[in-house]
């Protein structure tokens, strides 16, 4: 069994291909054509296709368009109901509708060969779910913006399939109230989230009484999410105008307020379906503070979420939905991988002076302890939007300013915090609070008081760090740089941070490493088993 899975309609466009049960390929489109999540969520963007991604995909497996058994497109325009129906005020929505029953045949026009008959319309959120579940049984929860005509499902998977207990009709939506809160806040709204989950520790949730009454979870499953006078609570910032306290605490607020609804909505699926594990997809995944949460106050013992929560995975969820497989092994580094060859000929047409050192890994934690930043290229992309030790940006922990350093490296605010890469079997002795291990920071865990000293780099302004942790069997390379670094240092951590700057994708290929290299004050390029050093 061929399936081809699509998300296109709102952002982060992406392909993602299973055959015979196992996951092939997937990737976002931005990482092909280096526009950032691939395009702005509007109707009238929704006729783009994943072609970079869905062709890429393809020939990972050797397939012709013509070889698939199904497509699916993670979006069912026959669910959908007008905008102002649905208490939207998006004038324009109808384009989405009339592009996304046009999806067949747009995606074999895109894919020459391709049967627009084997084209299927997946619901947005059981794409999620899936996504999530990839073929497990227990329970599960989607939170995001919009999907069809609902911002919200709670469901179990069985042998049976996918049963829906809840899902929260529009206009009502935790993610659509986090959006309008990142615009008021002077942020790029569907894209900026997580700067105001960062920004909100430094807040204090003075906010809460109110919200408590405009935003709340019912008894049937779903949430009411009333209006918001955010001007009444905070002015509205400009963008690259100055955040002050008022735009701190409003942060602080709808962030708490956010976390006591899920752990609401998480109350009353267990409550229904008695299962030890919760799996987590939608955009609200991302927001790890709220994982956390939770993981340590929820009923479940065990919260797993998928690393590519955001729309980009409705691609693999609808791939897996119409696969119909037992359960999936799932790993992130999904995406393109370049050879030694590929990679030094990319070296030599740069014509950069570089080098094999004997290890790559010894080199890295050289120039890390000498207090260098590495940009650190190896194996295959991740899918998703996390940097897992395959696209990051390196330095030392131990160095306070190297917050401040990587920031303007990246060009990117300075209450933005950095995450620490620990080995797993180091990880409990420095990091509490939060589920371990944690190989896909997507928790955040307290830095113990002895620590927090000895790594303040990655310390966070209320004491917590997004931590990821590094099993040697399924990341050697990154290991064997983190032990290194160790025995250098007697540091078992440092700082990793996604490998491109304000604006841009994440790197994907060679070249964009190479461009990125030469654009930012980085002193060393681990690209492969090669290492490009800045000129002294």
């Avoid at 996951?23 to 395009?39: C, D, M, P, T």
């Avoid at 799996?279 to 065990?302: D, K, R, W, Y």
């Avoid at 303007?408 to 420095?430: S, T, W, Y």
Wanted: net charge negative.
């Amino acid at each position: 069994m061929r399936v081809l899975g699509i998300n296109a309609i709102f952002h982060d466009p992406a392909a993602a291909l299973v055959v015979d049960g196992r996951i092939v390929a997937a990737a976002e489109e931005e990482r092909f054509s280096r526009r950032k999540h691939g395009k702005r969520p509007v109707p009238f963007s929704a006729w783009e296709q994943p072609v970079l991604s869905a062709r890429w995909c393809l020939e990972q497996a050797g397939l012709r368009p013509g070889d698939l058994d199904l497509v699916g497109f993670s979006y069912d325009p026959s669910l959908v109901r007008p905008a102002e129906a649905m208490g939207l005020n998006d004038p324009w929505d109808h384009l989405r509708i009339m592009y996304a029953e046009q999806a067949p045949s747009l995606l074999a026009d895109a894919l020459p060969g391709l049967d627009p008959a084997k084209v299927r319309f997946v619901p947005h959120h059981v794409a999620h779910a899936a996504s999530a579940l990839l073929g497990r049984e227990g329970s599960v929860l989607v939170c995001d913006g919009r999907g069809e005509r609902a911002s919200h499902l709670s469901g179990r998977h069985s042998p049976d399939g996918l049963e829906i207990l809840a899902s929260q009709e529009l206009p009502h939506s935790l993610g659509l109230m986090y959006e309008d809160l990142t615009q008021h806040l002077g942020f790029l709204r569907s894209s900026d989230e997580y700067k105001v989950m960062a920004m909100a520790s430094y807040g204090k949730p003075r906010h809460l009484d109110l919200l408590r009454e405009a935003v709340r979870a019912t008894e049937d499953g779903g949430f009411v999410t009333g209006t918001i006078d955010w001007e009444r609570l905070a002015p509205a910032r400009a963008p690259h105008e100055q955040w002050t306290q008022e735009h701190a605490d409003l942060a602080a607020s709808v962030q708490r307020r956010l976390e006591e609804v899920l752990l609401d909505l998480t109350r009353w699926i267990h409550e229904r379906t008695g299962d030890r594990t919760l799996m987590i997809a939608g955009g609200t995944g991302l927001n790890c503070v709220a994982n956390t949460v939770l993981s340590e106050q929820g009923p479940f013992e065990h919260v797993w979420v998928q690393p590519a929560a955001g729309d980009a995975g409705t691609a693999l969820g609808a791939a897996v939905h119409l696969a119909r497989t037992g359960p999936l092994e799932f790993a992130p580094d999904l995406g393109r991988e370049f050879g030694d060859a590929e990679i030094e000929e990319a070296l030599r047409t740069a014509r950069v002076p570089y080098e094999r050192p004997p290890d790559v890994a010894e080199a890295v934690a050289e120039t890390l302890a000498d207090d260098g930043i590495v940009a650190w290229f190896q194996g295959r992309a991740e899918y998703g939007p996390r940097a897992l030790g395959h696209r990051s940006l390196l330095a030392h922990p131990g160095r306070k300013a190297n917050l401040e350093r990587l920031n303007n490296v990246k060009g990117r605010e300075q209450f933005r915090p950095v995450a620490p890469m620990v080995l797993a079997d180091r990880a409990a002795e420095i990091f509490t609070r939060g589920p371990l291990p944690s190989p896909y920071m997507l928790f955040v865990h307290d830095v113990t008081s002895a620590w927090q000293d000895r790594i303040p780099a990655v310390v966070h302004v209320d004491g917590t760090a997004r931590v990821q942790t590094v099993d040697p069997a399924a990341e050697p390379l990154v290991a064997r740089m983190l032990t290194a670094f160790e025995r250098r240092t007697g540091l078992p951590v440092v700082v990793n941070t996604s490998l491109n700057t304000a604006g841009r994708p994440m790197v994907d290929s060679p070249r964009d490493a190479l461009e990125c290299f030469g654009s930012t004050p980085v002193d060393l390029l681990a690209i492969g088993p090669f290492a490009v050093r800045r000129p002294s």
